[in-house]
Nanobody, 125 residues
Framework: QVQLVESGGGLVQAGGSLSLSCAAS????????MAWFRRQAPGKEREIVA????????YFADSVKGRFTISRDNAKNMVYLQMNSLKSEDTAVYYC??????????????????WGQGTQVTVSS
């Protein structure tokens, strides 16, 4: 069982930066694929933002490439999402998620095993 707790959301102006953190419990954190998803409107499906595999491979959605970075600290059971050059369309609830095993080609919400409660990010224009 893995528990995930996000922090760092808030209100920021367009063009600004924000950093999200996700604290994970569990002794096998380093073996999990960790990802950030977001839901931009109620009822809309959560979309992948970025993911990082245990070996360091990273994936970014086209909409955030060049602006967001994902990193992990296995010693601290933490995963981070650094968001720069934020746009109003980045406004969403951001979720941290973990998967025991998922291929890069299959990274989507249905492939994840554990979820955090989410943290709101609002970008004002």
């Amino acid at each position: 069982q893995v528990q995930l707790v996000e922090s760092g959301g808030g209100l920021v102006q367009a063009g600004g930066s924000l950093s999200l953190s996700c604290a994970a419990s569990g002794r096998t954190f380093s073996s999990y694929t960790m990802a950030w998803f977001r839901r931009q409107a109620p009822g809309k499906e959560r979309e992948i933002v970025a993911a990082i595999w245990s070996g360091g491979t990273r994936y970014f959605a086209d909409s955030v490439k060049g602006r967001f970075t994902i990193s992990r600290d296995n010693a601290k059971n933490m995963v981070y999402l650094q968001m720069n050059s934020l746009k109003s369309e980045d406004t969403a609830v951001y979720y941290c998620a973990a998967a025991r095993t998922v291929a890069l080609s299959r990274i989507r919400s249905s492939a994840m095993d554990y979820w955090g409660q989410g943290t709101q990010v609002t970008v004002s224009s």
